[in-house]
């Protein structure tokens, strides 16, 4: 028998469902066995521009909406509702909001029927402020895992203002970083509880993780990788924006050079600094799916997150931490207050010649016998151990 279902149902709004695997999609497919699921895919948090970033985004989501998918897994229901792209003036506000709660009330009735099982709605994004009070459910919990007020490229102004009110409106909040628990102090809820990012011990470690490192490496790899010769490879993996320090990659890309070595950059891009796509020495072949990082971080040297030194960056927990410490490899990042708690476990750095210096040094010697035992930690680190808590504060 499997473990016995729970008298609640979920809606909840994030990036869309199978888009990347967000902390939040890892943590409802550990609660799917117990709650019927209704999940939002959400867009508006940025207006649209006439740029070739934001053409490409809107005709990949068409592609994702329109193209044959994966089947969703059991219990899961997904809604890609109708709205105009953009929360900026009040107009469009009103507009959404109506829009939305049309919507989003007939599809929670068409899934959840009338039962009397309790409804829980929980947010990623800020932009699900003015839906509070109209929907059809029985609590709202704001899973805070950005400061979307600081994110580059977004309508900062409009997204403080909802989450504002997001956060005096709901029953409970959960905060992914002590930065951000900070922050929602300051918006008056000293009361939210951390819940730090997990991982999918599976996906790392034994033999579905050895069967993925089996497997060839893609042809970009050998076009683009061994083209340059075949030296040391220093990898990194997500979304590529401003968020990255360029100084940082420069310089690492230029000590590589001389070893034949590059800096690979894989993940899509949202209107990174025009300097990055040009540097001699980096390599961006796209984005990769999930299931082939592993692969990839097996091939590689050592991994990066060459982050600038922000408030948004300051403020996140950047969910591949924990990736990059299970695969065994060096791993060299920006000293960042969410990650501090590992500084055993990996090289944390806080300028770009130390940078550069700690990971030729790292190429050579590889990753010290100390921080692989400090790693042993991560086996409590487990997305089913997050969801268990995660669970329980909803519930609260």
Sequence with gaps: MGPERDNSHLLVFADDWGRHPSSCQHLVRHLLDRHQTLWVNT??????????????????????????????????????????????????????????????????????????????????VPIAADLMGRLDVDRWIYYCVDDFSVWPGLDADVLRDMERQLVAYANAVIAVSPTLQQRLADLG???????????????????????????????????????????????????????LDIEWCRSLAEALIPQRGSLVMVGPQQNPDRALTQLPGVLLPGEVRYEHLPRLAAAANALVMPYADLDVTRAMQPLKFKEY???????????????????????????AAGFVRRAL????????????????????????????QFEALLQD
Aim: with cysteine; aromatic share 8%.
């Design 189 to 243: 809820r000293p009361d939210a509880p951390l819940l730090t990012h997990g991982i999918d011990l599976d996906h790392w470690y034994g033999p579905q993780a050895q069967a993925a490192q089996s497997q060839p490496l893609p042809k970009w790899w050998h076009t683009l990788v061994c083209a340059t010769g075949g030296g040391p490879v220093c990898l990194f993996w997500g979304l590529i924006d401003q968020r």
């Design 325 to 351: 410490l299970a695969t065994g490899k060096p791993v060299l990042a920006r000293d960042l207050p969410s990650i501090r708690d590992w500084a055993d476990a990996t090289d944390l750095l806080s300028d």
């Design 361 to 388: 040094q790292r190429l050579t010697t590889g990753t010290p016998p100390e921080q692989l035992a400090a790693r042993r930690r991560l086996i409590h680190e487990s997305w089913s151990e997050k969801a268990r």
């Design 43 to 124: 867009t508006g948090t940025r207006t649209p521009r006439l740029s070739l970033s934001d053409l490409v985004r809107a005709a990949d989501r068409l592609r994702r909406r329109f193209s044959s998918r994966e089947p969703l897994p059991e219990h899961l229901h997904t809604l890609s509702p109708h709205m105009y792209p953009g929360f900026r003036s009040p107009w469009q506000r009103r507009f959404n909001c109506n829009l939305l709660t049309g919507q989003i009330n007939t599809a929670l009735s068409h899934h959840f029927g009338h039962s009397d099982e309790k409804r829980i709605a929980v947010t990623t």
